[in-house]
């Protein structure tokens, strides 16, 4: 929440929220974000599900009066599948290697101890001491 509070400020220059203004939005949106759980829960269960799903959350802001947020919550839902779906791709581009599990793991072994010894080997020379 932060985050978002500063990317606004940070695109009204002169503009900035004090600490109570600050902690009562913050306050707000725990307060909506626990509103909207709730209600999804009780239509999971209506259901017979025991995991809120996307439909879940679209029926609780539909029945809870936000109907405005159902287009931007259905384009986000779409990007994270889409980002899943792209992330599976690349565990099966492991798969693909042709390398076992185990030759996987020594590897990366491998690449560990390698990366621990440029570590531990610190510096080639010691750095000068600034002149007083």
Known sequence: MLTIITEVLASDQGMSFAKETRDLLIECCVEFITMISSEANEIA???AKKTIACEHIVKALEELGFNEYVPDLLEVAQQFK???ASREK???KI???GMSEEELLRQQEELFRSANEKFNAGPAEPAAEPAA
Request: aromatic letters at 0%; a negative charge.
């Open 90 to 92: 690349k565990q099966s």
């Open 95 to 97: 798969e693909q290697s």
């Open 45 to 47: 269960e209506k259901d």
């Open 82 to 84: 889409s980002q899943q």
